[in-house]
Structure formats: C-alpha cells, structure tokens
C-alpha cells in the first residue's frame, strides 16, 4: 500500500524557530560519528554521522531495509559498529555494555511480563538493581502518573488496552530516567485513530519529561508530525537530515522529495538562467546544463484571470481524479505529453481542460538521489 501523503505547508524556504535556535547552540546531547556496519558481504549502515540535541524529538525516518532499527540497536548497545564512534557528552558510548549506558529502549513489541501488575511491570528495572523500597514506590507512582496510567496500577497487561500497554512501556523506560530515550516504531502495533492520538500524546509527553527521543519508523507522516527534525536513511547512508517543514519544502534530493509527500520531478535543461522542462521554462539561479526540480502538486493552481508575469502558465487536461476529503489529487496531461500531478480543494470542480500555473520558485532544485548522483 502506498503510504505516502501530502502536506499542505508554506512554501517560505526558512522560518526562524527559537527553539530550533537554541538547540543549535547548546552542545549535542549524542554524536554519531562515521558508524559502519555490516552483516557478511551486506552493508548495513555506510558512515552515518548526525547528532542529536538535548531535549530534541529527531525521527530516524527510512523503509524497510534502510538501517533504521539497527542504527538504534547500536545506540542502545544490542549491535557493536563495524567502525565509527558514539559519544554522549564527553562519555564515549560505543565501549560501554548495554546496562552502563544512560539510555532506555521502547520496543515494537512492549514485552510487558504478563503475570505481573502494570506496577510491578514499571518497577522491574528498579527493583534488580536494589532500589530501596520507599524510593521505588515513589517512582513508579510518579512515572504512572506521568504516562496517565495512576488507576491502572494493579491491573495486568492483558486487561488493558494497546495505547495502555505502550503507556505502561513508556513508564518502564522513563523511571530509570535516561537521558535518551529509544524508541522502535512503538505505535505500529496500533489502529490508526489510536496512532494519530498516541502521536499527540507521545510529543507532548516527551516536552513535558524534557528528554531527548530518538524515534524510528517508517511512517512519513508520523515523522511529519512528531519530529524536530527527521534524518531520512536510505540503503544504509543518510540521504538527508533537516526539519519537517525544510525536508519537505527543500528536499535535497529526488529521493527525498518522492519519499516525503508527492511531487512532479522536472527533468529541465538550464540556458542562459532559463530552465526549460518540455514546453515549461522558468527563470533559475542553476549553472547551465541539465537539472532536475522537485514541484509539489499543491504549488500548482488554477491560473487567475489576469496573467501575470511571475508565474509560470500551461494548459492541461485532466486524465483522472482521485477524492481525499478535503482535496482532489487531479493527474493532467499537457499538450506535448508531459504528466503532472496537480491537488486541489475538492470543493473546486475540475474536469475537461484547465489554465493552469506555478510560481518559479516553487520548481525546487534537487541532487539525484545519493546512490545514484
């Protein structure tokens, strides 16, 4: 099933976020430093390097068979890197075992022991280290209290529901109070209402506890969503790491702009700053020579009345139409063949031959993908 979406976001190339500033100056919280690994003759991660800040939400965002979840296992310590460093602070992490790491990992699969309480469940981890047992109550109420889980306590996993479940998962890892928390596509196991609000949920709950989450999945919308920002894994390499609202209005490659949401690759020949596409040309800052443009299907419109200048006109006729709701994703063809993707309100009628433009500095320029460029 094609699980891609498309998000209706201002077109403004960069929009100055405090937080995102902050960030930004403070030391990161995690270095990822050329981490390699491979299975046998498989490579399974190629020199990844990212960092994650204190206190952000970043998604690792990539299909299956990208790396993802590995990633995040040699994170927590279950995988060693071929080659590469982990830092935490001044601490490096990659040489510590597993339990010495200021980390705790949620699983797709909660493994919530199910002859015991949600209580005992959220305890376990406290309890085979010794934690005195007036310190041990305190926590578990505090961190059932923190995931909404307070009159649940004597009951057992299989008498609550999934988005309780995770809940109660949450709470295990919270209470040995990590400074990173690894998260593995935990809302997968959930029906999609529930997801959406488990999403909601999970952002607020991890601005409220003010730790850093790494968070995988192969959901975009669910990294749209949730994310500071989203480092996209393609084939094991980092094809791009950026905000969601940058990831998406200036992806960096084809790849990326066809993974995240939909859009019309433009593939254009650029003369004297005019990039010309077929029987579409627009002015361009790019060198001369072939290029390629990502063009979102909701930066075209119907043309106004009065033609302007700077915007980009053609004529198309619409070849079919599919109903989201509150938008229309209509396919046209132009009079020389070229095929465009183009998405309306569904409240405008729309059929036989449209006058149709887009503004040019819509028409994105992108890289080839990583493994192809």
Known sequence: MDRRVTY?????????????????????????????????????????????????????????????????????????????????????LDNLPPYRRPVNTVFQHYALFPHLTVEQNVAYGLRIRNTPSSELATRVEQALAMVKMSTFGKAKPAKISGGQQQRVALAR???????????????????????????????????????????????QEEAMVMSDRIALLRNGALEQIASPREIYNRPATAYTAQFIGHTNLLRARVKGGIACCQSLSWPTQAA??????????????????ECTRDKVRFRARVRNQAFHGATTLLQVDCSDGLAL?????????????????????????????????
């Open 8 to 92: 209706s976001v201002t077109t403004i190339a960069e929009i100055v976020d405090p937080a995102e500033q902050a960030r930004s100056a403070a030391p990161p919280l995690l270095s990822i430093r050329n981490v390699a690994k491979r299975f046998a003759a498989h490579i399974v991660l190629s020199a990844i390097s990212f960092e994650v800040a204190e206190a952000e939400f970043l998604t690792i965002l990539g299909e299956s068979g990208s790396g993802k979840t590995t990633l995040l296992r040699i994170i927590a310590g279950f995988e060693q890197p071929d080659s590469g460093e982990l830092w935490m602070s001044s601490q490096r």
């Open 173 to 219: 890892a919270l209470i040995n109070r990590p400074r990173l928390l690894l998260l593995d596509e935990p809302l997968s196991a959930l029906d999609a209402n529930l997801r959406r609000q488990m999403q909601v949920e999970l952002k607020a709950l991890q601005r409220e506890v003010g730790i850093s989450f790494l968070f995988v999945t192969h959901d």
């Open 288 to 305: 001369d020579g072939p290029a390629l443009y990502s063009l979102r299907p909701e930066n075209i419109r119907v043309a106004a009345e």
């Open 341 to 373: 993707s183009v998405l309306m309100a569904s409240s405008t009628g729309v059929e036989g031959n449209l006058e149709l433009e887009f503004a040019p500095a819509d028409a994105v320029p992108v890289r080839e993908s990583l493994e192809t460029a």
